[in-house]
């Protein structure tokens, strides 16, 4: 039983896992680079608490369903959540402590999220999360820089061959307000134009009283997929419908301005991409790669979030997900390198007093320095192995008051 017990101890939990060695240096390598990138735009660092009370998710704001987010009561009885997704508790931040400035603020970040989804078998329920909310400016021009920035993140990791998806709510919306329908079927129509269910779709339309032309419009969303000609059709059936009308019209001028940043050939639309977060309210995105069906970044405009913690205002943020990036690149054999500056130096029982001050000194030339005693067990083999497996530059003995370097094969 006592075994059992032991067993058990060593593992964790389903959708959690340990990450160290080598995979460590990759993540932490591949990190640093994409967070230089952003940085160089002018986005600013802010962390955010892991856990925040409830409401900060609430359906009212438009965020995760209750029932996928991991939920605890402090001592006085409050609701908390481990944050499923960062852009709540960034825009709640960005209203605390910006509320009187005027021009945009540019915010990043870097974390863990976390997932209680029950149709997540197999994949992790804690990611990390590196992400950019660009809040306070509601033009195109944003629109583009993040599009752009998304680009130059995928080619930093060492990707070529990915594509930006981009879509926009707007259209969808403009359509249901012509049609006049509730929020319910609203909702529902979503899911299933999200989850490519065709006929679903057309199950909710053939029940209700709408126009012969919208009808056929909210039923063909499959069919604006692909390069920027197919926005030119889109914009023909809804030309009466201001909202839609609009909607592709800024997306026409987002690829303008995604010509001039010269990214337009990793650019596809796609109208029937609709997102699960209701607080969405303008273009979506999201880039994909060969070799799974996940997206490795996904974002969009969120105009209305800003006004729910008390200071209206227009944002876009996009969130790359880290694990999901390096599950790629390691499919895609890209190698991620990374860069250890470290030396070894074993001593003996006498050679301690020598080992700190030499420890010391080689620190201050910016190396890592491990100081390992020499046991009777400790053979050259092992040093060297150990050397290897810590990715050592060199490998210094004091043993029997001489100091010699141990050759790594």
Sequence with gaps: MSGNKDNRLLHTPEGVRDIYGDEMLKKLSLERKLKDVISSYGYRDIQTPSFEFFDIFSREIGTTPSREIYKFFDNENNTLSLRPDFTPGVARAAVKYFME???????????NTFSNRSDFQGKLKEITELGAEYMGDPSVDADAEMIELSVK??????????????????????????????????????????????FGTLDILNDIDISPKIRDTLSSFSDFFGNAEILDEALVRVKDIPRSRDAIQRLKDLYERLQIYGVDSFVTFDLGMLSRHHYYTGILFRAYTFGTGEPIIRGGRYDNLLGQFGKPGAAIGFTVVIEELLNILRHQRIEIPFTVRKKLVFYDSDSFKEAVGLGESIRKEGYQVELLRITPDCSEEQMR???????????LVLQNGKETELELD
């Design 101 to 111: 400035e005027k021009l945009p603020i540019r915010l990043c970040y870097l974390g």
């Design 385 to 395: 192995l150990h050397g290897k497996s810590v990715h050592a530059e060199k490998i």
């Design 153 to 198: 993140l995928l080619k930093t990791a060492g990707l070529t061959d990915f594509q930006i998806c981009i879509g926009t709510a707007e259209y969808f919306m403009g359509l249901c307000d012509a049609a006049g329908l509730d929020e319910e079927t609203k909702a529902s129509l979503s899911d299933h134009i999200r989850n490519k269910n065709y």
